[in-house]
């Protein structure tokens, strides 16, 4: 999964640039819990549904970059940091998605543990299938329980994780750089779930700001 994108960011109608520009640490932190408030807010609230695809859309049509200016450095246990990662995974399965079906895949097939039911990808999945379901569990987040996303996500990150440390264990005799790669992967989207999966809980708390 890319650390960073570098993908030419056209400017959306309703951009996010108004809303940042102060290098204060703490007024950056008070941006980004409040842009992620409003902007979850503002689409749980459209009973058309527009809203929420827009947002489920921005990064695919935008880039990252803007999402990032806000988001990219809140804490990871946070409705931003959430947001943030929950964009990250979007991103990584849409440049990769052959590559992603492949390590999804096998760990399905490896991990013994309830998580690819729980994430809701067919079995086998298709790229398309997985870009359509990190798209699904974005719509959750922005119309239906945000928890039970979160999770899904956080499931989703372990099969994930499961494939590319497996992946990763097959390509080490003969290909080391490509097999620590995919281990660095595998701990990424390991760090993901665990992060997600306690966003989940504060969420049902009322704890998630």
């Not at 359509?132 to 989703?156: E, H, K």
Request: hydrophobic share 40%.
């Amino acid at each position: 999964m890319p650390e960073q994108f570098h993908r030419p960011v056209r400017r959306p109608s309703e951009s996010f640039d108004n809303l940042v520009g102060s290098a204060d640490p703490a007024e950056q932190s008070r941006i980004a819990h409040a842009t992620a408030s409003a902007l979850l807010e503002r689409a749980r609230t459209d009973e058309t549904g527009e809203s929420a695809e827009r947002l489920i859309s921005f990064a695919s049509e935008h880039g990252i970059d803007e999402i990032a200016e806000l988001w990219a450095h809140a804490p990871a246990r946070s409705l931003p940091g959430s947001l943030w990662r929950l964009y990250l995974l979007q991103i990584a399965i849409r440049s990769d998605p052959e590559a992603t079906a492949l390590l999804y895949e096998r760990g399905r097939v490896e991990l013994r543990s309830a998580d690819a039911v729980i994430a809701g990808a067919p079995a086998p999945a298709s790229p398309d299938e997985l870009v359509a379901l990190v798209d699904t569990i974005l719509r959750g987040v922005f119309r239906g329980d945000f928890a039970v996303a979160l999770d899904r996500a956080a499931a989703y990150c372990r099969v994930q994780a499961s494939g590319a440390t497996h992946t990763a264990d097959d390509y080490e005799p003969t290909e080391p750089a490509r097999a620590s790669e995919l281990t660095r992967r595998a701990l990424r989207l390991s760090s993901y779930a665990d992060d997600l999966a306690a966003s989940a809980t504060a969420w049902r708390r009322g704890a998630l700001t």
